[in-house]
């Protein structure tokens, strides 16, 4: 089963505009963390901002940010002030640490969000 | 401050031979992660090392591929008799460890773009 998911495979704005881009996710464990990556024409993945489960604190890099709803294991991630450059697909990652203590490491990607912003 | 290097950034390879890809890990990172990504399955995950030991080889097809990490600047991951569904975006990413606080953060290489014809 997919752990996480990402609905929307396509999404477009206007310059300018604000977006968010949603995803839910399945786990088990208590302590998890949650990743966005932005993937590049040129093939690089980017960090953008990181979301640990036990933190309440309302995460924020510049012009992304993150609305975390634990309980209904959702995670969207907010682009305001929209430019062009931010056209790109955008990957959301579940990142979990077992209950035994022995991280696995592995990253768990969604599908993915095709963003097109229009200048 | 150099990220992940990978090399080559583009590879063709006939069906049958031999591939073999390069990651070099951002200086100071003791783990290093090696997915694979294609239109049909996403991105999956391959194999990870942490102070150049296997840690985790699960995502790894079980024939035909191969990772070893020599030393704490480099992995290699080598497919062996290449098959045309063996063409993907091979991506390397490094992290400090895989503890929390931050230090787990993955960050990822350009990825090499492997055909196999």
């Known amino acids: 089963a997919q752990k996480v998911i990402q609905v929307w495979s396509t999404a477009s704005r206007q310059e300018g505009e604000e977006l968010t881009l949603d995803c839910s996710y399945e786990t088990s464990q208590v302590l998890y963390h949650l990743f966005w990556y932005k993937h590049l024409l040129s093939g690089e993945m980017v960090f953008l901002i990181r979301q640990m489960s036990s933190s309440t604190a309302k995460e924020r890099s510049g012009r992304y940010s993150v609305v975390f709803q634990k309980s209904l294991k959702s995670i969207s991630l907010v682009i305001s002030a929209l430019q062009p450059d931010d056209s790109g697909k955008y990957f959301c990652a579940l990142w979990e640490l077992e209950v035994r203590g022995s991280a696995l490491g592995r990253l768990h990607f969604g599908a993915g969000t095709q963003l097109i912003v229009i200048p | 401050n150099a990220g992940v290097i990978q090399t080559p950034r583009h590879k063709v390879t006939g069906k049958g031979q031999e591939a073999t890809l390069w990651c070099e890990p951002i200086s100071g990172h003791s783990a290093v992660f090696w997915y694979r990504q294609t239109i049909v399955q996403g991105l999956e995950f391959l194999t990870y090392?942490?102070?150049?030991?296997?840690?985790?080889d699960s995502g790894m097809p079980k024939e035909r591929f191969s990772a070893q990490m020599p030393n704490q600047s480099h992995s290699t991951l080598k497919i062996q008799s290449t098959q045309p569904q063996d063409s993907a975006v091979y991506l390397c990413a490094s992290s400090l460890d895989r503890g929390l606080g931050g230090r787990d953060t993955q960050y990822f290489g350009p990825g090499t773009r492997l055909l196999v014809l």
């Open positions: 090392f942490r102070n150049q030991a296997p840690i985790d």
